[in-house]
């Protein structure tokens, strides 16, 4: 973390960006995979730019339209490291999140295809837990783990009043609770079809 804070990446352009975001953009960028798990919303390095741009307006603070544009911007960029074969991403999602209807029915629906397209990469691994599944391991947190070639993991969790990284026994916990997660959903190929089935429900409405 302390050598990946040194860096002055593509990111250092954006300076309205808060330091904790700066600080993960930078060891995304030097991580060779990232296992995800949410609870809520697609994946930003999965993220529609109109997803995005629908999430960011709604912030409590009220971001100008300006500052809504930037980081959209920032989020487009940073899936170059998916469409670039740089990054290896493991995803992991409640069914809640392909429900939630987030900028329209129209957005959605392209949010829905856009990840069935990443799916489709041979970088992307994407399983949902279904809401037959019940209750499951950390169904209340969401997180990712950043894994590196040259150096130990570690473990993201974005909070409301701050960001926590952690390493060592934390990244083992939370290894162990991403494999329970992933053997709880279902696999890459009917979690597509699970998908591709909610898109079409959404257009013949």
Wanted: glycine share 6%.
């Amino acid at each position: 973390m302390a050598k990946t804070g040194k860096q002055r990446g593509w990111w250092a352009k954006y300076g309205d960006l808060p330091s904790s975001y700066r600080q993960y953009i930078g060891l995304e960028s030097a991580a060779e995979e990232v296992q995800n798990f949410e609870t809520l919303v697609v994946p930003g390095l999965l993220q529609t730019a109109d997803y995005a741009r629908a999430m960011t307006s709604e912030d409590a603070f009220e971001p100008s339209p300006e500052a809504v544009e930037r980081r959209v911007a920032v989020r487009m960029q940073r899936q170059q490291l998916i469409t670039s074969g740089k990054l290896r991403l493991v995803a992991v999602l409640d069914e809640a999140v392909l429900h939630r209807q987030i900028g329209g029915a129209a957005i959605m629906g392209d949010q829905l295809t856009a990840l069935l397209e990443a799916s489709k990469r041979w970088n992307v691994t994407l399983q949902v837990i279904p809401f037959r599944e019940g209750a499951y391991a950390s169904m209340l947190s969401s997180f990712h783990i950043l894994n590196f070639a040259d150096g130990p993991s570690v473990v993201y969790i974005e909070g409301l009043t701050g960001d926590l990284y952690a390493e060592g026994d934390d990244v083992a916990r939370c290894t162990v609770v991403f494999n329970s997660l992933r053997a709880a959903a279902m696999s890459p190929s009917d979690s597509a079809m699970l998908i591709k089935e909610i898109r079409d429900a959404r257009q013949r409405e």
